[in-house]
């Protein structure tokens, strides 16, 4: 960040909290582990929207999973044993759940049933799955992040070809891999590292990975750093910050161009996703606060590839 001149802030605003009624007494097994001490009550993250524009965001401590219509009006979905994070709608209408205990699950929205796509590699189980997404050959891409750092390398990336039941390591030496998403030309998968502090540029083909893995670009430091990731129709890479409070948005060539701060006390703004009229509006989750925040896209967001 240091090459560049700093983005002119701009705020957020709020398109709805989680009513009262779905706070819970601020204890859990995650909680103990997490924020130990602390009381809290929910902390939301990956927001997905389905084909009706609905928005769908997990909470992580509680193992629910909650739909934000229209309006702003929340409703509870499931609930479950396990820590949802990531979402990603399958283009059978399936909403794929990458669970930090229990692995990739799926749900079909007229059910409550989690069901198991993928709970090991070969026996081995995950680290902790973080975050997902679908390309346009309906192969599923995932992080495998755990309590991975600079302290311990060792977080990987998957991809995984359902049709054929196939699946192939991409990285293996990631600090922290949490939010991924394809370039705009489909060529390189951008994976933020959140302890390691930057996004990674990894090209990829049809045959895997190549050994040209760079960086796309470096973050400001502070607390935390890269978490979910978007990307609009011109290419630019939005980037959640959860340790400065704020979404920051890169040119294609990484270049910085904007930063969107939090509106609210929360600085925890974890993970986004694009909707509303011709998915022209950024939707991002403030973990800290159960609020979703909004900000105008500079471009639409980019389709999801499930959808087609």
């Known amino acids: 960040m240091s090459l560049f001149a700093a983005p002119t802030p701009k705020k957020c605003s709020i398109f709805s909290t989680m009513p009262e009624q779905f706070y819970r007494d601020g204890d859990s097994d995650w909680v103990r582990a997490n924020k130990p001490g602390q009381q809290i009550t929910s902390f939301i993250e990956g927001p997905a929207f389905d084909r009706n524009g609905e928005l769908y965001v997990t909470d992580i401590p509680y193992g629910r999973i909650f739909k934000v219509d229209k309006q702003g009006g929340w409703s509870l979905v499931t609930e479950y044993d396990g820590w949802p994070n990531g979402l990603a709608f399958h283009r059978d209408g399936r909403l794929f759940v990458a669970d ?28 902790g799955v973080n975050d997902l997404f679908f390309d346009e050959s309906g192969r599923l891409y995932f992080t495998d992040q755990g309590q991975t750092g600079m302290q311990d390398p060792t977080g990987r990336v998957y991809r995984y070809a359902p049709e054929e039941n196939t699946i192939e390591c991409l990285l293996s030496n990631g ?9 705009l030309d489909g060529k390189a ?3 933020a590292m959140t302890r390691g502090n930057a996004v990674w540029r990894l090209p ?23 978490d979910g990731m978007g990307l609009d129709a011109d290419g630019n890479v939005y980037v959640c910050d959860a340790g400065h409070g704020c979404v920051w948005i890169f040119s294609r060539y990484g270049v ?5 701060d939090s509106c609210t006390g929360g600085r925890t703004l974890t993970n986004i996703a694009f909707g509303g009229q011709e998915n022209a509006t950024a939707f991002v989750t403030d973990s800290s606060t159960g609020t979703i925040q909004q900000f105008p896209a500079l471009a639409p967001g980019r389709r999801l590839f499930s959808h087609i």
């Open 204 to 226: 990829v083909t049809e045959h895997g990975p190549s050994s040209k893995v760079g960086i796309f670009t470096a973050m400001a430091g502070g607390i935390s750093g890269a």
């Open 100 to 127: 930090y205990r229990r692995g990739i699950l799926a749900l079909d929205p007229s059910l409550t049933d989690m069901c198991p796509i993928l709970t090991h590699i070969r026996s081995e189980s995950f680290k």
């Open 256 to 260: 910085p161009l904007f930063r969107y």
């Open 189 to 191: 998968l951008l994976v």
């Open 175 to 183: 600090p922290s891999p949490n939010g991924l998403l394809l370039d």
